[in-house]
């Protein structure tokens, strides 16, 4: 091992002649290469966010993080992340060499490159309009087709200021609708058009694309604003790092592991499977029944609860993998089945996979054990199931900051679903930064009525 770092230093130093790179060498940055490799560790600046970073399922999660860590791990680093808050303050601390790298696409600018060195993939980024496209819906096709329609957008955002300007070089006839309110986010804007609350909205391209997993009915196709070149970046004394993370790209980006990835974010839905439920005979819930019955006894849980748990996260089929890797018959993340002694191999089968569920919800219980009512207690513990208990401590947080009850759901609730947006999730008693709460809500409503449903036609 350590001689494979040994060479793997050298093969840095080297990579300035490899690739054919033309930026000016130096020592004078904390994350030049060698360096890096040298301590073994990398330190990453990034903005919390449905692209680049979050953490679901107590696991971090996100397109550029994935990214960055197949690139450190070809490296053998280990990747410490620091979210901030903002574009701007990404490049203050770069520059103040708080960090070795900004791991998100930034904008490529001439006034940017005096002090960077832009890096990685190239992304080509353009404004596009969401429409809804289900059966019978009329497609727009050109940006004329705009006259005489309502689009909203987000206040004095880009995307309204794109609008704005096309409303002018059409000639006006384009009805701008704003949303004021700073608890509607891009993503929000997105489901109400899915949904048909709206008819339009406007969207950076990558957004939409990541967005259609979530809402498949939506339509993306149509470009109304210019294009805008972006890349992750690092200092002008780091072109050994710079020319490391192009290398890694031009060799991985026609890779099979590069390509799941991609697939992972932009192609694969992130909505409940279609899977028929297994066949069963009267009076049964499941093929499964008896270990829940069984397992369910050492919580103590209604067994109905959990077979309704069990159905949200793979409808009884033990095979299911989700699109973050959740698996099995209760959807357990592969780290947390091995916490509760269930090895990666072991994790498809049904009881060694139900027995880990239990362990973690026992954790659970104890953990919300202060929440006395009994049904709004497994509420939390059903949310934080789903989302890991971290986003839900911050949204108990952000309960008790403006003065909600931190031990009714409905009132957390509320706070988690502004965890997407930066004025909270950027709140210094945020613990976990951005997260996209709509799959918990329904989540936690999904289980607690189908368990409603359970006992009035199962008895116990």
Known sequence: MRMKKHFLVLLSVALLQ??????????????????????????????????????YKGEPKGYEYELLNSFAENYELKVNIRPVENETKLMEMLLQKEGDLIACNIPISNEGKKNLLYCGREVINEQVLVQ???????????????????????????????????????????HIRTIDKDTISVEDLIEMVSKGKISYTVSDADMASLNKTYFQNTNISMVVGHSQRSSWATGKGSPELAAAIDKWFADNQNKAGYKKITKRYFEMSKL????????????QISP????????????????????????????????????????????LMPQTA???????????????????AVGLIRRLNRSFASIEDENERIKFILASYNAGTGHIFDAQALSEKYDKNAYVWSDVEEFLKLKSLQEYYNDPI????????????????????????????IEN
């Not at 916490?339 to 880990?356: H, L, R, T």
């Open 18 to 55: 490899t690739t054919g790179c033309t930026r000016t060498h130096t020592h004078s940055g904390r994350d030049d290469f060698s360096r890096i490799l040298s301590r073994g560790e990398i330190d990453v600046l990034t903005v919390s966010g449905s692209m680049s970073y979050f953490i």
């Open 132 to 174: 809804r496209a289900n059966r019978g819906d009329t497609l727009l096709k050109d940006v004329t087709g705009l006259i005489g329609k309502e689009v909203w957008v987000i206040h004095d955002s880009k995307h309204y200021k794109r609008l704005v300007n096309l409303n002018n070089e059409l000639g006006g006839g384009i």
């Open 272 to 283: 409940p499977g279609d899977e028929a439920v297994p066949v069963i005979g009267p009076g």
């Open 288 to 331: 499964y029944d008896s270990l829940f019955r069984k397992y369910a006894a050492k919580i103590p849980w209604d067994w109905r609860l959990l077979a309704s748990v069990s159905y949200q996260e793979s409808k009884f089929y033990t095979n299911l993998v989700s699109w973050a890797g959740a698996a099995g018959l209760m959807g």
């Open 338 to 356: 091995q916490a509760f002694g269930v090895s990666e191999d072991m994790i498809y089968d049904p009881e060694s996979n139900v027995k880990a």
């Open 430 to 457: 945020c613990k976990l930064g951005y997260f996209r709460s709509g799959e918990t809500v329904n989540y936690v409503q999904n289980v607690f009525e189908r368990w409603v449903y359970y006992k009035e036609i």
